[in-house]
């Protein structure tokens, strides 16, 4: 931590700007990550002066930040709790911050610092030179106690930057009241755009089912009964056996292509029975393009 001058702080301006990267899942974090610059600002600083610069708001799971800093003296670099900040502003409050990714004697640098929560913070720049208080004295002492000692100040430059990377929302792929029959179900899903892609199943059946998420190529052989449903559950993790009424979530893999979501009867039974199936992914909406290409066969 470094010290807060609170005089100093009285004026500083606060700018509620979201400019983060949002932490995406495990299963997104090869993805390619692009930095473009965005709004930018000069600042003159006094010795020891303490500047608050952008408020960064992440998403759950916390996220990170990409800044470009030029300074003709150097300064300290540091991300506030935008909370604690906030309650320092108040008269009389003391300036108490903790502070991450403290980076000193910047001249010229990319600061990054990965923030961990949804917890909002915010950067802040302090000039690391200290007024020279004989050389105040000496000038009072000929001017009068009004002078004031003017120092050459230190002009910051910041850049900030938009992070651009892969977005991912939920969307629902089949939702359907089937009438059960002896022979397999099946539903070509998709083909997954992204390794460790979500798959969310919900199943409603009056009767208990067996239910697999298999290569489509596969569960072809499984209809056309040129592969056994044994053999064929023997290859996939994601299958579940006696399922009635079951949320149960799985993961693509790109190299395994089209996916198709195959249901069966567990038991013979008579008469007429209708099953619920719903199923939901997590589908690449924006930058797209940014995706790690599918491997080679």
Not at 1 to 10: D, E, Q
Not at 33 to 52: D, F, G, K, Q
Not at 92 to 110: D, Q, R, W, Y
Not at 142 to 171: K, M, T, V
Request: aromatic share 8%.
């Amino acid at each position: 931590m470094y010290p807060a001058n609170t005089s100093s702080m009285r004026n500083l301006r606060i700018f509620a700007t979201l400019l983060f990267c949002a932490l995406a899942a495990n299963s997104h974090a090869q993805n390619t990550v692009v930095w473009t610059a965005a709004n930018s600002e000069t600042i003159p600083l006094e010795p020891a002066s303490l500047h608050a610069g952008r408020v960064y708001s992440p998403a759950v799971g916390g996220g990170d930040m990409h800044v470009q800093i030029d300074s003709r003296y150097p300064v300290t670099v540091a991300m506030a709790w935008a909370d604690e900040w906030n309650a320092a502003m108040h008269p009389g409050a003391p300036a108490n911050f903790s502070f991450l990714c403290v980076k000193e004697h910047v001249t010229s640098t990319i600061y990054e610092c990965h923030l961990p929560s949804e917890r909002p913070m915010i950067i802040t720049f302090r000039d690391e030179r200290r007024p020279e208080k004989p050389v105040l004295t000496t000038i009072g002492a000929i001017l009068g106690p009004g002078a004031r000692q003017f120092f050459s100040p230190n002009d910051i430059h910041i850049q900030y930057y938009n992070c651009l990377q892969p977005e991912f929302h939920w969307r629902r792929i089949l939702n359907e009241k089937y009438q059960i029959t002896p022979v397999p179900k099946v539903y070509s899903l998709m083909t997954p755009d992204h390794d460790g892609q979500e798959l969310s199943v919900k199943i409603k059946s009056p009767i208990p089912l067996t239910v697999a998420l298999l290569p489509s190529h596969l569960a072809d052989q499984v209809y056309d009964k040129t592969v056994t449903l044994t053999d064929a559950l023997d290859q996939t993790g994601c299958k579940e056996r006696g399922v009635q009424s079951m949320n149960f979530n799985c993961t693509f893999n790109v190299a395994n292509g089209t996916q198709t979501l195959l249901i069966l009867p567990d038991i013979n039974f008579s008469g007429h029975k209708k099953a619920n199936v719903e199923a939901n992914t997590v589908k690449c909406v924006e930058h797209c393009e940014l995706l790690s290409p599918p491997p080679n066969p």
